[in-house]
């Protein structure tokens, strides 16, 4: 049952032939075995993952199973989980037990899946290698000397290296697509807004959203149907109606199943700063799209070039507000010696965030302040407007953009940790994306060097199911996402 998709391990309980009790176990005992070496798990609780198995078991006897019912999925520790430590990566919340379950865990058990595990991740999500965590980097399944991206580089490697059969993550710049893409899996950034962010642990708040990252598109999909729908508890969450982000795939649509779609190729996609085996492999996926009856057409985003600039002033200033709740009074670490109340805060935040949790405080902070806040912040936000209309007009053209996820491949430990310019630039591609609220995924289309690739589609807002679909049919035609790391 290891290796199995979330699709075919459902008709497997169905069946009887395996049951959830089982089926737990299984990726209990491969944690047990793989996870000291690649650290993809920050907690398991086997006792409370079984008695999740036990009453999943129960809901399949007496027929009243859904899709994930009894299927084991590891949940990234920046989730409230009741009674499971949640860390967030970080010294700070290194012995929080929540007392509630964030909204997407709690939908998680309504459809009767599995807690397995919570997983590693960059201190507060920041970070794009997975090396900023109080408990140590993570290691990528394809090559353990290599990172599996950030910040939900815990989710990555343990559906990668097949010790969970799906992962949750989230992606406030690309902290989805991009580990996706480095551990070749699929992985799917919703619209803002689609996904209740209430229990999840916040970084910046009008870009982090949570997605689902598995093997396949159809996986994807079935996880969103339990994750999606209005929140009353989170004021960004969106009323709408609900939709079955599988009903795409479901017809058969014959030889050119993709007949009629518009691919905009957004030029600043395609010119330097990629590398040459990744972009030879985005180009091959592209090629293959037309195959599958698709059109091409060159699109531009002009603004995009501001991003990476605009997103490290957005992102540190809501940081900076957000971690604030963090002083050594009502939870968390605090300092054990200090001589007053402003002592306590001042030794509870040095010692309990790391440095670029530190680093990114300070510029927020800084950006922020009387005197820099039009000059930084509000311009920020008015650029911000830029890249979402620039997609506004590229969507006027075409159905589905597409192009690289990562502009390189899995880069070593270490390589980029000293430079966070560097580290930052990481997600040049993925962070415009957060920046608009559109919705976008990554999808294996190969290896470069023996390393994935991941191609990087972005859809308009709500066009989820479409985006699924049409990762779907490439995962139909071909195989680069069966691919798993030797162990």
Known sequence: MIGRTLKELG???????????????????????????????????????????????????????????????????????????????????????????????????????????????????MGSSNETSHFGPVKNPWDRSRVPGGSSGGSAAAVASLMAPAATGTDTGGSIRQPAALCNLTGLKPTYGVVSRWGMIAFASSLDQAGPMARTAEDCALMLNAMAGFDDRDSTSLERETEDYCREMAANAGEKPLAGLKIGLPKEFFGEGCDAGVMARVQEAIAEYRKLGAETVEVSLPNMQHGVAAYYVIAPAEASSNLSRYDGVRYGYRAPDYADLDDMYCKTRAQGFGAEV??????????????????????????????????????????????????????????????????????????????????????????????????????????????????????????WHLQTPSE
Request: aromatic letters at 8%.
């Open 358 to 479: 530190k680093r990114r405080i300070l510029i927020g902070t800084y950006v922020l302040s009387h005197g820099y806040y039009d000059a930084y912040y509000l311009q920020a936000q008015r650029i911000r407007r830029l890249i979402a209309n620039d997609f506004v007009e590229a969507f006027r053209r075409c159905d589905v953009i597409m192009g690289p996820t990562s502009p390189c491949t899995a880069f070593g430990l270490g390589e980029k940790a000293a430079d966070p310019v560097q580290m930052y630039l990481s997600d040049i591609y993925t962070i415009a994306v957060n920046l608009a609220g559109l919705p976008g995924m990554s999808i294996p289309c190969g290896f470069a060097a023996g390393l994935p690739v991941g191609l990087q589609l972005i859809g308009d807002y709500f066009a989820e199911a479409r985006l699924l679909n049409v990762a779907h049919r490439y995962q139909q035609a071909t195989g």
């Open 11 to 125: 008709a497997a309980l169905a069946a009887r032939q395996v049951s959830s009790t089982e089926l737990t176990q299984l990726h209990l005992d491969r944690i047990a075995r793989l996870n000291p070496e690649i650290n993809a798990f920050v907690t398991v609780d086997a006792e409370k993952s079984l008695a999740q198995a036990k009453a999943a078991d129960a809901r399949i006897a007496a027929g009243d199973a859904g899709p994930l019912t009894g299927i084991p999925i590891a949940q990234k520790d920046i989730f409230c989980a009741e009674g499971w430590r949640t860390t967030c990566g970080s010294k700070m919340l290194g012995n929080f037990v929540s007392p509630y379950d964030a909204t997407v865990i709690a939908k998680f058990e309504a459809a009767g899946a599995v807690n397995l595990g919570k997983t590693n991740m960059d201190e507060f999500a």
